[in-house]
């Protein structure tokens, strides 16, 4: 199996803290890979350097063979990279339609003039970036509501448009930032089915930071733990859910504990294991 | 607009018939004086703020026509007959009402470019007139005697040659802006603003200064162009020799007619990039710089084609500008001409196409009318005796206008009076065809 | 250009460059001040540093006329004050008017944005226009009372803040004195209240945290009308100093020196308070060596009306290469 992703000793340092430390990480192709961790355990950090957002302070980065390090995160997008935010960052004064266009930008072989003067590229890449994005919104249950504009769709919807958004940047990756934050539990479901078919019907490699366990044990062919920046386990959901470090790290805290205590100890209740 | 989702009642009749009927009242009014079209003349019977909304009405019939819902025809007729009749015919009759049309069109399409930097990218440009200043430069300097200082000699150009002048200016104004804005733009949005609010400043010193040790811009004196320079000299006096209408007028027509082409060409080009895969991008960036960059586009390259696209249409309508008031000087370029630019883009709304150029079109109604129009009405109240102090003078307080305008459009309505609606891009477009067709409607 | 001329006119540049530079740096604590807390350039500081001399200029003339002691002829014959005392009052007077002016702008122009989470484009714009409106209405208002620039009185035949100094091998003024002993007053007080007090502490957590801060029991609200308040009189006070150093006021004073103070607070490190004091001083001086040197170097090609220039390239350079500026922290947006 060849990875897709492979990160060597990545590591993150502002000032004199340390939010990630030399966590080696590698996805292989087609796979459905979560990240878990107590808050503030380093994980958006992880995605941030990975997209480019942020430089690592030491550690490589690897992606389909080729170096990630230095890039811009539009020059990674390029490279087959996409993501999701945390904190949904749409553009909130476009439209549904328009969103997903903008993630169309790097396929899109328009330049300046052809824009101005209409020319045969810039009709067919718009006719493209249409039909691709009407798939897409298909895709992700928004076709309907394509028009409106982002601001004023409900809060599950923002978010599968996010997804649909990176989507449409035509990526080998997506990495999902707690792709169900704040979701009700239908839709919470709704998006595991999405998460699957993206990676089942389309063969998009899938990386998501996950706080939700049901999500995390069903869905995951594997998964990772951080807890302050480190790297504590890795491994199957099953064997990461019995790992005494990792139930330790949820324990100490306490906040996270009954939450992931109570979903850990009922994972076959959802019915749907991998 | 879709016609599909708009409910209002078809207003074609009304719209057409409104039109007609304002720019008769108006012609009567403002008292059309041409050969056999002699209408009563009515000067010194109608009072001049009258006059002013008598005009003002009959403009509004485009903005009637472009906002209510009318038919494709009705919207041509009335825009060829308001611009292409109605405003000769009457602009020639009084010059007055014709100069600010042209004003108008200059700043609209001034509007219109930093209208691409600030209201689609979402750059705060405190030195757009700048690019304005090379523009007017350029010409001033080559128009005029001003550019054998330091050449061999042969200037001035022939006025014909404004017509080159403009692409080059906007080519050089381009090449400024990208040149300017490639250190710049990598600068956080905020400090963008004193950036470039520094940067007009500096070409301001520039242009005050480059008179030593060559005498390039005459320094705070300004240049002169010679009167009897202006394009099309030669055509536009015989006209006048035909037609028995003084040259001055012909000439403010002519500049009339290429600063309305100008301006409708900054209409289709702007909605045409907004529209597409750029416009979008600077949306993009305006929203939300990370994301936008997550979804692979590039900030510095996008930004920096913002700024020379607004830079090049300020270069253009620089040629124009310098041509039409045959003098240019450093303070022309000042904050407060940037300013009052940002003041139309704020004011009618900021990414809104059709408000900048309502923006525009207020401002300058409102400087060079109604300021003028009050200060004048003052100023007889003061002769009839009323103890008014000399400095309420309206028309010396534009930035007091400028400032209020900008407080309160941000407090009031920030997406301004027309604010910008972005629903160009519609899947019935794939279905009807119309990828082709879809262009200047906003 | 001669070594004699060249180290002649250089202690000179120096004192006036540091004077400079100490209005330059209580103007740029102001913008350093909003910034910290609100991460907002306060465009309109520039126009309340204004504000601030025009009031001060004001009641120096005011003071004078009514302190004025006349011999049986009507001729002046001396005044009732000293001019540092008439100083003194002018100051605390500025202070208060500009300070209050501040409080006013930021519950007008800025306030309600603020509530309405408007983006930061808005607030910009909303000060842009309160700066062009706060000159024209200080044109309209000393235009009613006569020409609207004012010469600084100086109570005497005998300037006072002209007189020299002997101060190691140069002559300086005595303004320059008192502007370094005032902004070193300024400066300590500031230092005083932001670090040792209750009230600085909660200044220093709003600016880490508004909303955590709220949590704690602090008025955020109330802090940043405080905020603009303490920043409102330093350029209130800095308006004074300009106008006691270049001898006289108009509305149109603010908008130069207020760039260069915002370039200063950036040099410096915007957010930071001692940085905006060495931003300033560093900006007052290479502005004053500028102006000195560059005619005489280039043989007159090059004069000093580039100064302004050489100011602005130092901002642009800065914000290419230093953004955080010299003693800020560099900050990562949260993503």
């Known amino acids: 199996m060849t990875a897709l992703l492979d990160v060597q000793a990545v590591r993150k340092v502002f000032g004199g803290l340390v939010a990630v430390n030399d966590v080696t990480f590698s996805v292989p192709e087609k796979a459905i890979v979560s990240v878990i961790g107590p808050n503030g355990a380093g994980k958006t950090t992880f995605f941030n350097m990975i997209t480019g957002i942020y430089k690592p302070t030491a550690g490589t980065i690897s992606f389909d063979g080729r170096n990630m390090i230095g890039l811009r995160p539009d020059e990674v997008v390029t490279n087959g990279i996409a993501r999701t935010f945390q904190n949904i960052r749409l553009f909130g004064a476009m439209t549904t339609l328009e969103n997903v266009l903008v993630g169309r930008h790097t396929q899109s072989k328009t330049q300046f003039f052809d824009a101005l003067l209409h020319t045969a590229r810039y009709k067919s890449d718009e006719r493209a970036g249409l039909l691709r994005a009407k798939e897409l919104l298909e895709f992700v249950g928004l076709l309907d509501k394509r028009d409106e504009l982002a601001a004023n769709l409900p809060y599950g919807e923002q978010r599968r448009l996010e997804i649909a958004r990176a989507l449409a940047t035509n990526p080998k990756l997506i990495l999902l930032d707690e792709p169900t934050a704040g979701m009700n539990p239908q839709e919470t479901e709704e998006t595991k089915h999405l998460i699957r078919r993206l990676r089942d019907d389309t063969g998009i490699t899938v990386v998501l930071i996950e706080h939700d366990m049901r999500v995390v044990m069903t869905i995951s062919d594997t998964v990772t733990v951080l807890d302050y920046g480190t790297k504590i386990a890795e491994g199957l959901p099953f064997d990461v859910r019995n790992n005494p470090q990792v139930i330790e790290a949820y324990l100490g805290r306490g906040a996270a504990a009954g939450e992931f205590g109570k979903n850990a100890a009922a994972p076959s209740s959802t019915g749907d294991a991998v | ?442 | 250009m001669t070594p004699e001329l060249f180290f002649g006119l250089l202690p000179i540049t120096i004192v006036d460059g540091i004077s400079l530079g100490l209005v330059y740096a209580v103007i740029a604590l102001g913008y350093t001040m909003v910034y910290g807390v609100l991460e907002f350039i306060n465009f309109a500081h520039s126009e309340i540093f204004m504000v601030g001399g025009v009031l001060g200029v004001e009641l120096l003339i005011w003071l004078q006329k009514v302190t004025a002691i006349k011999d049986a002829g009507e001729k002046v014959i001396g005044y009732s004050i000293h001019p540092l005392g008439a100083l003194i009052i002018a100051l605390i007077f500025a202070a208060a008017g500009a300070g209050a002016l501040a409080v006013a702008v930021e519950r007008v122009a800025y306030r309600p944005l603020r509530l309405r989470g408007a983006p930061k484009l808005v607030p910009l714009i909303s000060a842009i226009g309160m700066s062009l409106f706060l000159i024209d209405a200080t044109r309209f208002i000393e235009s009613l009372f006569g020409q609207f620039n004012r010469p600084f009185p100086e109570f005497s035949a005998q300037p006072f803040f002209s007189v020299p100094v002997p101060f190691l091998n140069v002559s300086v003024p005595i303004k320059d004195f008192v502007v370094l002993a005032v902004v070193l007053l300024m400066l300590g007080g500031l230092i005083y209240l932001i670090n040792y007090t209750r009230t600085g502490r909660a200044i220093r957590a709003v600016a880490q945290d508004q909303s955590t801060s709220a949590l704690m029991g602090i008025d955020v609200s109330r802090i940043i009308t405080l905020v603009f308040l303490i920043g409102g009189a330093l350029g209130g006070v800095a308006g004074v100093l300009y106008a006691l150093k270049y001898g006289n006021v108009n509305p149109y004073i603010g908008f130069i020196p207020g760039l260069k103070s915002f370039t200063a607070a950036v040099l410096g490190g915007i957010g930071s308070i001692p940085g905006a004091m060495l931003g300033g001083v560093l900006l007052g001086l290479i502005e004053t060596f500028a102006g000195t040197y560059l005619d005489p170097l280039t043989g007159g090609v090059i004069d000093a009306s580039y100064k302004d220039i050489v100011a602005f390239g130092v901002l642009i350079l800065i914000l290419i290469f230093k953004p955080a500026g010299l003693l800020g922290k560099a900050v990562s947006e949260k993503v």
């Open chain 2, 1 to 442: 607009m879709s016609a599909l989702q708009d409910k209002r009642s078809d207003s074609s009749g009304f719209v057409v018939i409104y039109a007609l009927v304002s720019s008769i009242v108006a012609a009567i009014a403002i008292g059309i004086n041409l050969g056999p079209l002699r209408f009563i003349p009515l000067d010194g019977i109608i009072p001049d703020i009258l006059k002013t909304l008598i005009f003002l009405a009959f403009v509004s019939s485009l903005l009637l026509a472009n906002s209510l819902k009318t038919s494709a025809r009705a919207k041509m007729i009335v825009f060829l007959f308001v611009l292409v009749v109605a405003i000769p015919v009457i602009g020639v009759s009084n010059t007055q009402y014709l100069d600010i049309l042209v004003n108008i069109c200059i700043y609209s399409a001034l509007a219109l470019g930093l209208n691409v930097v600030v209201g689609f990218a979402g750059l705060l440009d405190l030195g757009y007139a700048a690019f304005f200043a090379v523009g007017a430069y350029l010409w001033a300097i080559f128009g005029s005697q001003q550019a054998n200082n330091f050449t061999g000699g042969g200037f001035p150009l022939n006025g014909n040659f404004m017509f080159l002048m403009i692409p080059i200016a906007v080519v050089v104004a381009a090449s400024f802006g990208a040149l300017l804005g490639l250190p710049v733009l990598k600068v956080k949005g905020d400090y963008l603003a004193i950036i470039t609010l520094g940067l007009g400043e500096v070409i301001r010193v520039l242009a005050n200064n480059l008179n030593r040790p060559i005498n390039i811009t005459n320094g705070s004196q300004g240049v002169r162009i010679a009167p009897g320079s202006a394009p099309l000299e030669g055509f536009l006096e015989w006209l006048s020799g035909l037609t028995g209408i003084e040259l001055f007028k012909l000439e403010l027509l002519m500049y009339y007619v290429v600063v309305l082409l100008v301006v409708g060409l900054a209409v289709i080009l702007t909605t045409r990039l907004d529209n597409s895969k750029i416009g979008r991008a600077w949306v993009a960036i305006r929203e939300d710089e990370i994301a936008a960059q997550a979804m692979g586009v590039p900030l510095v390259r996008t930004k920096l084609i913002a700024f020379a696209t607004g830079a090049s249409f300020a270069g253009a309508m620089g040629v124009l500008y310098a041509a039409k008031f045959s003098f240019v000087s450093p303070e022309s370029f000042n904050f407060q001409a940037s300013i009052s630019i940002l003041a139309m883009v704020v004011l009618g709304g900021l990414g809104s196409i059709q408000g900048v150029i309502v923006g525009a079109a207020i401002v300058i109604i409102l400087n060079q009318m109604v300021l003028t129009a009050f200060s004048n009405f003052l100023a007889d109240l003061r002769r009839g005796g009323l103890p008014l102090p000399s400095q309420f003078e309206p028309a010396q307080y534009q930035q007091l206008i400028y400032g209020i305008i900008l407080i309160v459009m941000m407090i009031v309505r920030p997406k301004g009076l027309i604010p910008a609606k972005r629903n160009a891009a519609k899947l019935e477009n794939l279905e009807r065809g119309e990828l082709a067709q879809k262009v200047g409607k906003q």
